[in-house]
């Protein structure tokens, strides 16, 4: 059964991306996924080459109002609380302001009102060595969470074999962040030692606790505030939670992603810090799964 490492931050900045992708590289995962499904970008970290699957996913339907059975008794428009219905010369769903809840199609007279299917975004696999899936949610969409539990499932099913996977969440503690957090292992968890930052931390680990997953948490970029990510650790020590380190800034990183290089193309002092961080965090991964002959040795 595949075994889940799930990358979040509590706040977008942080860096999650960046180690997600390191952690990947390190460890030679097999399978992989990010759950961004907003903005996603691991794809481009990961320099993916291959040509994906693109599949179509289709979130809650919407309303669609046949105007020849359209008596214009106005029914449907008083009762929408979205106000998705106009009227001009006939009546229409703005498909933005729709949420698919079906009461104007309970309400109309004359059943001219049908609930059909909608592509709310897409999934994309893309399998060579290793499986990757990622996706795009429509602009618009309020169904962000259905999407990342779709693309969970899939990596699941086209990487059954592989024994675990990294996923790579959304910045925030919303929808996207509570799909992603259901069935996985572990959460590695990285802030930045600025006061939003730690505010959004503790969000998160909240957040985490309640889906009784094991947590651990790292500090990127620690040495910008050295008595903030004191301040970091030491919540971490006070609540029983394992900090497995401190990674410094690094002016060239960057510089280097926004060649498409990765962070762990340059020699120094952030690369060997990322390297303790990613030691750290699978130890406790694998012994929480069961299974330590997964470990790379680095």
């Known amino acids: 059964m595949m075994k889940q490492l799930l990358v979040l931050s509590g706040k977008g900045g942080t860096g999650k991306t960046t180690i997600a992708s390191a952690l990947i590289k390190l460890s030679n995962a097999k399978a992989y ?53 106009e009227f001009d010369t006939d009546y229409k769903i703005n498909p933005y302001s729709c949420e ?27 399998i060579d060595e290793h499986t990757f899936t990622t996706a795009q949610l429509q602009m618009g ?17 086209a990487a059954s074999d592989a024994p675990f996977a990294i996923v790579d969440g959304s910045p925030g503690i919303g929808c ?24 959004d931390m503790k969000r998160i680990i909240k ?6 997953t094991k947590i651990v948490v790292c500090v990127n970029k620690y040495d910008i505030n050295e008595l903030n990510s004191n301040v970091i650790e030491k919540y971490c020590l006070d609540n029983n939670i394992m900090f497995v380190g401190r990674i ?21 002092l952030t690369k060997e810090a990322i390297i303790n961080v990613y030691n750290k965090t699978m130890h406790v991964f694998m012994q929480k799964a069961g299974d330590d002959q997964c470990l790379s040795k680095h």
């Open 33 to 85: 996924c990010d759950c961004d499904v907003d903005a996603p970008n691991l794809h481009l970290i990961m320099k993916q080459q291959s040509k994906p699957q693109i599949i179509d996913f289709y979130g809650l339907p919407k309303a669609y109002i046949d105007t020849e059975k359209c008596v214009k008794c106005d029914q449907c428009r008083r009762y929408c609380r979205f106000d998705a219905i």
């Open 100 to 126: 698919g809840c079906g009461l104007c199609a309970l309400v109309c007279p004359n059943q001219a009102i049908t609930m059909v299917p909608n592509v709310d975004g897409v999934k994309k696999l893309y």
């Open 141 to 157: 969409s309020g169904v962000s969470g259905l999407l990342v539990t779709d693309l969970k499932k899939l990596l699941k099913s």
């Open 176 to 199: 996207p962040v509570i799909a992603s957090l259901n069935d996985v292992d572990m959460v590695l968890i990285v802030t930045e030692p600025s006061l939003s930052g730690i505010s």
């Open 207 to 212: 957040t985490a606790q309640y889906f009784q």
């Open 248 to 268: 410094p800034y690094d002016s060239n990183i960057p510089t280097a992603l926004n060649k498409g290089e990765s962070i762990l193309d340059h020699e120094g």
